[in-house]
């Protein structure tokens, strides 16, 4: 009723515009103030200040309209007056607090007809003619948050926390209504989050449905990373479980086993089926140049179960060959990625040795001794620059070249290697006196110095260099009773001896010492029946009894070995038609 709407919209308010005009002069800082004001202005709409009776500014214009908007929507006033006494009007507006508009209950505006044609006059809305028309708010909850907060900051009860102009307070009312945030409410970032999203919804909505699906597709993409991850994990646990048992299989029990009696086949089984966890390995794993060299290793291994003649083996001379090839492609390979790399170097070494062994086996003296030549010339250049682990390898290799010139007809040339040999076994006893395997070189050495004597016929010499070499087996032997390496070489010096003995007549000594011989190699022979190498030393031997007995003009007992030497090497050329020394060897009986 204080509100006049002109016909142009433009809203005029009676109280304060009519006070001026009638009392131009009229000072608000009087002595009676305060009860004239009463007087002049609407209580349920007047500051707090205007109520101490303190000077009106722009501040007490938006107090008053935050009185309007308060009561437009929500259809009460902020306070509720009872009646005009100013000392009552000057307690609640000075004191008490609004509630928020939105806390209001039941709200109903009545509206006369005479308020409903004032409505009505600008002719954009139709109420009707008949009284008490109700109008309601549909949605109460609307008034939260923004709207409440307006309200109240222009109904603060310090001017200066109220909005310092109505511009100000009609912005804040503008920006409400279109979404944007208002500067009634703090400015935190959630708020303005919150704004955004009702300005912006179907854009929200499609961007938060997007960021749910990349967050959705980067944890299924995540979980099956971490996923994969632990099957990689699992993976190569299980791959290094594998390649541990491979290498313990063929690293550690296999040359255990080798040296106990009756192992050949055992020994054969043990590196086929750490062969084949390698090879399975490999395929996964190409480039690992350390699985490469493990698999190197391990058909070095099969190639000596195999057929090697230096070890107890199964007289398979061309799969022994094969996979020595086998192990050389993958050590040459590896070398030529990696010429610098010392145990790549080694492999090639060690395969070339192993292939020339195969290969004087079968008589290919020329072949066999260009690869142990090659096998030097890698340990000789290792030596020089002390990255050479097993130096007795180059005593082996001359050992190794002796023998092939040997098998060539060439004594001399097989008499200076093994004096080669002998003197570098010497020389690693020196350095290491308790070294087996020294020991057992220097053994051989002059056990290889008396072969080249006896062929030449001088018997001598030959039986002084054989007996220098069985002292020093026959002690290793004691000292490792169950090492069937040192006790089969021990049977070889033995039969050499005999040879010697029976060449100088001496055919009771010849006889005792075959029949020593004969004896261990039987053993070996009866516990490790597939093992070819110790059933063509024990044919060997059976010969040279048989021989000895001939001489001896027993012709019962030389029948009866050479019939049981002839026997046992018809077995092993059946099996073995290329071993050279087997048919070398049945062609002398």
């Not at 002998?422 to 006196?433: A, F, G, M, P």
């Not at 063509?536 to 000895?548: E, H, K, R, Y």
Request: hydrophobic share 35%; net charge neutral; aromatic share 8%.
């Amino acid at each position: 009723s204080n509100i006049l709407v002109t016909s142009d919209g433009t809203p005029k308010l009676l109280d304060f515009g009519i006070a001026k005009l009638l009392h131009p002069d009229w000072s608000l800082e009087t002595d009676e103030a305060t009860a004239t004001m009463f007087r002049l202005m609407t209580p349920e709409y007047a500051s707090p200040e205007q109520v101490r009776g303190l000077p009106i500014t722009t501040s007490s214009d938006v107090y008053s309209l935050g009185v309007v908007l308060y009561e437009l929507l929500s259809g009460e006033r902020p306070y509720k007056i009872e009646s005009r006494l100013p000392q009552e009007v000057a307690n609640i507006v000075l004191t008490q607090e609004p509630i928020k508009p939105s806390a209001i209950t039941n709200y109903k505006l009545q509206i006369t007809n005479s308020e409903a044609e004032t409505l009505a006059y600008d002719g954009k809305q139709t109420v009707g003619d008949k009284p008490n028309r109700k109008l309601q708010i549909a949605n109460r909850k609307s008034l939260k948050g923004d709207l409440d907060n307006i309200i109240l900051k222009a109904l603060r009860k310090e001017p200066e926390r109220r909005y310092a102009s109505v511009q100000e307070f009609s912005e804040d009312i503008r920006r409400h209504l279109v979404g944007l945030p208002v500067t009634a409410t703090a400015d935190t970032r959630f708020y303005r989050a919150q704004k955004f999203f009702k300005r912006h919804k179907i854009g929200v909505l499609v961007g938060v449905l997007f960021a749910l699906t990349l967050i959705s597709a980067t944890a299924i993409t995540t979980w099956q990373s971490i996923v994969a991850t632990r099957e990689r994990a699992k993976t190569q646990q299980r791959f290094n479980q594998v390649r541990k048992l491979a290498n313990t299989i063929l690293f550690e029990y296999h040359d255990d086993v080798a040296k106990l009696s009756g192992s050949t086949t055992l020994r054969e089984k043990m590196v086929k089926d750490a062969l084949k966890y390698l090879d399975n390995l490999s395929t996964e794993s190409l480039n690992d140049k350390e699985l490469q060299l493990e698999l190197v290793a391990a058909y070095q291994k099969v190639g000596d179960v195999q057929g090697n003649p230096y070890l107890a083996n199964l007289g398979n001379q061309d799969g022994a060959l094969d996979s020595y090839k086998k192990a050389l492609t993958i050590s040459e390979e590896l070398f030529s990625s990696d010429s610098g790399n010392i145990e790549t170097r080694i492999a090639v070494a060690q395969c070339s040795e192993k292939i020339g062994d195969i290969l004087w086996a079968k008589g290919e003296s020329a072949e066999s001794q260009t690869n142990y030549e090659k096998a030097l010339s890698i340990y000789e250049e290792l030596r020089k620059t002390g990255d050479l682990p097993e130096i007795d390898r180059i005593t082996a290799l001359y050992n190794r070249i002796g023998q092939t010139k040997e098998q060539a007809g060439n004594l001399d040339g097989a008499l200076e290697n093994y004096q080669k040999s002998l003197r570098e076994s010497e020389d690693l006893v020196v350095i290491d006196s308790l070294n087996s395997k020294y020991k057992r070189a220097v053994s051989i050495g002059y056990a290889k110095i008396g072969d080249v004597f006896f062929k030449k016929d001088e018997f001598q010499k030959a039986s002084e260099n054989y007996r220098k070499s069985f002292p020093i087996l026959q002690e290793l032997s004691d000292a490792d009773p169950t090492n069937t390496v040192l006790r089969r070489t021990l049977s070889l010096i033995l039969a050499r001896v005999a040879l010697t003995e029976m060449e100088t007549g001496n055919y009771s000594q010849a006889v005792e010492f075959n029949h020593k011989a004969i004896q261990f190699q039987k053993e070996i022979a009866s516990v490790d029946p597939n093992n070819v190498q110790i059933r063509n030393d024990l044919a060997a031997t059976l010969g040279n009894l048989g021989q000895t007995f001939g001489l001896m003009k027993n012709s019962p007992a030389s029948d009866e070995k050479f019939r049981e030497a002839i026997s046992q090497f018809k077995i092993l050329f059946a099996a073995n038609p290329n071993y050279s020394q087997i048919r070398s060897q049945f062609a002398r009986l």
